[in-house]
C-alpha cells in the first residue's frame, strides 16, 4: 500500500526537526565560538578547529544515509542523530567550562563533542531531507524545502535571542545550564514530531527471506557512477563555495571599506538574511503556483538564481571600488535574495532527483549531496578569508583586494550555472515506501 503524501502540518512537523538542528548549532558554532575568543581568550584558531572538525565529520553522510536505505526506515536515524547531536552540544558546553580552569582537557573534551555535533548532524540532517523528499507531493516540494529552512532559520534567530538573554550575567555554570536545556528540549521537539509520521514497515511473510544487501562500497559505487548524481555533486560543491565563501568577509568588508561600526555590519547581516528569505519564498511560491510551466521549473530557478548571485557579488565587488557612494545595503539585499532563491530551487532540486537512479539509494545519494555542500561550506569560509589576504598582500589595497574575492565568487557562480544547466531529470518516479503512515 502506497502511503498518502505529507500534508502541511506533517511538512511543518519535520521542519520542527530542522529547527531543532539549528538551535543546537548554532548555540555551539556561534555563542560558544564568541566565549572561547572574548571571555576565555583563546586563540580565534581553537574554534575555528572545532568547527572544522564538525564539517569534517560530514564526509560520512554517504555511510549515514546507507545504513537508513538498508533499513528501509528514516526516522530511527533521525532519532538517534538528534540525541547524538543533543549530547554533543550540552558536551561542547561543559567543555567550554572546563577550558577556563583546565584549557588543555577542555580543548580535547571539545573535539570529542564537536565530532558528535558533526556525526549527529549528518545522521540527522541527510535522514529527514530524504523523508521529507519521499513523503512529499512533487508539487509541494519547492515550498516544502522553503518551509524546512525557513523553521531552521527561525531555530537560529530565536535561539540566539533566548540564550543571549539566559546567558547574562555570564558565567561557565550558566553557560552549561543553557545549553543543556536548549539541547535537551531540541531533543524533546524533534522525538514528538516525528512520532508517526514515517509510519510502521510493512511485515515480511515468513517464508520470504529479505534480499541481500549490498555492501556501502558497493552502493557508493553504484551511486557514483549515475551521471546525474555525480554532477549534481559536483554542482553543489562549486556553488556552495561561492555562497559561503563571503560569509566571513562581508562584514570585515563593510567595516574597512564603508567604516561600518561593528553594530551596523551586524545590522547588514541582518539584511542579507531578509533578502535570503524574500528569495526562498519567491521560488516557493513560483514553484507551486506555475507547476509544469517554465516560471515553476526548479531549474530554471537554480540556473537563474545562481546568475543573479554572480551580478549580486559583482555588484558587492563594484562597491569596493567606488566606495562610499555605492548603494551597500542595497547591494547586500539583493545578494540575499538571489542567494535564496539559488538555495532553496537547489534544496528542492535535490529533493525530487534522490529518488531517480538506483533504487533503495536515496539515503546514500542525499548522503553524497549533503557531504559536498558541507565540505564547501567549510572550505569556502577558509578560501574566502585566505584570498582576500593574499590579495590585500598583493595589491596593497584592503578594498581592491576585497573586489577581486567577490569578483571571483561572481564568476564561481557562472561556472555553477553552466553546471545547473547540464542537469537533466531522468523523469524516474520517486519509490514510495510501502507502509500505510499518518499524514502527520
Avoid at 41 to 62: D, E, N, S, T, W
Avoid at 89 to 95: D, K, W
Avoid at 418 to 432: C, E, H, M, N
Wanted: hydrophobic share 55%; glycine share 12%; proline share 5%.
Amino acid at each position: 500500500m502506497t502511503p498518502a503524501p505529507l500534508g502541511w502540518l506533517g511538512i511543518v512537523r519535520l521542519g520542527l526537526v530542522q529547527t531543532s538542528l539549528g538551535a543546537i548549532v548554532v548555540l555551539t558554532t556561534s555563542t560558544l565560538n564568541r566565549v572561547m575568543v572574548v571571555e576565555i581568550a583563546l586563540p580565534a584558531i581553537i574554534p575555528g578547529i572545532l568547527i572544522a572538525v564538525h564539517y569534517g565529520m560530514q564526509i560520512f553522510r554517504p555511510r549515514l544515509g546507507f545504513g537508513s536505505d538498508v533499513g528501509g526506515r528514516r526516522t530511527p536515524w533521525i532519532v538517534g542523530g538528534m540525541a547524538v547531536l543533543a549530547l554533543g552540544g550540552a558536551l561542547a558546553a561543559v567543555a567550554t567550562a572546563l577550558m577556563m580552569q583546565q584549557p588543555a582537557f577542555g580543548v580535547a573534551l571539545a573535539v570529542v563533542a564537536f565530532l558528535m555535533i558533526g556525526l549527529g548532524v549528518g545522521a540527522a540532517g541527510t535522514t529527514l531531507l530524504v523523508l521529507l523528499a519521499q513523503r512529499t507531493d512533487e508539487r509541494r516540494r519547492p515550498a516544502a524545502a522553503t518551509v524546512v529552512w525557513v523553521m531552521m532559520i527561525a531555530g537560529f534567530i530565536v535561539t540566539s535571542a533566548v540564550a543571549g538573554h539566559l546567558l547574562d550575567p555570564f558565567s561557565p555554570t550558566r553557560l552549561v545550564l543553557v545549553a543543556s536545556g536548549v539541547s535537551v528540549l531540541a531533543f524533546i521537539v524533534s522525538l514528538v514530531a516525528v512520532w508517526n509520521v514515517e509510519g510502521h514497515p510493512q511485515r515480511r511473510p515468513i517464508a520470504v527471506p529479505a534480499p541481500p544487501q549490498p555492501s556501502f562500497s558497493a552502493a557508493f559505487t553504484e551511486v557514483w557512477r549515475e551521471p546525474q548524481s555525480r554532477r549534481f555533486a559536483i554542482f553543489i560543491f562549486v556553488s556552495m563555495i561561492a555562497f559561503s565563501a563571503q560569509d566571513l568577509i562581508l562584514e570585515p568588508f563593510a567595516g574597512i571599506v564603508f567604516a561600518y561600526t561593528p553594530g551596523e555590519s551586524t545590522k547588514l547581516s541582518g539584511v542579507q538574511n531578509a533578502g535570503v528569505l524574500v528569495g526562498m519564498v519567491m521560488v516557493a511560491l513560483a514553484g507551486t503556483a506555475f507547476r509544469g510551466k517554465p516560471l515553476g521549473s526548479l531549474k530554471a530557478w537554480t540556473v537563474a538564481g545562481c546568475c543573479a548571485s554572480a551580478v549580486a557579488l559583482a555588484g558587492i565587488g563594484m562597491a569596493g571600488l567606488v566606495g562610499p557612494a555605492w548603494p551597500l545595503r542595497a547591494s547586500v539585499f539583493a545578494l540575499g535574495v538571489t542567494n535564496g532563491a539559488y538555495a532553496v530551487a537547489a534544496i528542492g532540486s535535490m529533493m525530487k532527483m534522490v529518488g531517480e537512479g538506483a533504487k533503495s539509494r536515496e539515503g546514500v545519494r542525499m548522503g553524497l549531496w549533503g557531504a559536498a555542500q558541507a565540505l564547501a561550506f567549510g572550505l569556502g569560509g577558509l578560501l574566502g578569508t585566505l584570498a582576500s589576504d593574499i590579495a590585500r598582500l598583493l595589491l596593497g589595497n584592503p578594498a581592491l583586494a576585497y573586489s577581486t574575492v567577490f569578483f571571483a565568487e561572481a564568476l564561481l557562480f557562472l561556472v555553477a550555472a553552466a553546471l545547473a544547466a547540464k542537469l537533466q531529470s531522468t523523469g524516474t518516479r520517486q519509490r514510495a515506501f510501502t507502509q500505510p503512515a499518518s499524514q502527520g
